[in-house]
């Protein structure tokens, strides 16, 4: 059994899945299928936790402590607020 979907997606990230199934030569509802099925996969998630494990960026995440609690939520308001 098949479901239709339809989702909203910015043009960019429409751009990068329709150059990738082209690249491999898959129509946009395959490469789906397949990045689908390969995050559900272990072995692809711990790959991909080992890569974020190893990558130097990560170690300095979480450094900074400004006790804001917020941040998240209005993260513009501390980025562009000029009164602050």
Do not use: F
Request: negative net charge; without cysteine; hydrophobic residues 35%.
């Amino acid at each position: 059994m098949s479901v239709t979907l339809q989702i909203e997606l910015p043009e960019r990230e429409v751009a990068l899945l329709l150059e990738e199934s082209d690249r491999q030569g898959l129509s946009l509802s395959e490469l789906l299928r397949r990045l689908l099925r390969r995050s559900r996969d272990p072995q692809s998630v711990a790959l991909a936790e080992e890569h974020y494990a190893n990558d130097p960026l990560w170690a300095i995440a979480g450094l900074a402590q400004t006790g804001t609690t917020d941040a998240s939520a209005n993260h513009d308001q501390y980025l562009y607020d000029q009164e602050r």
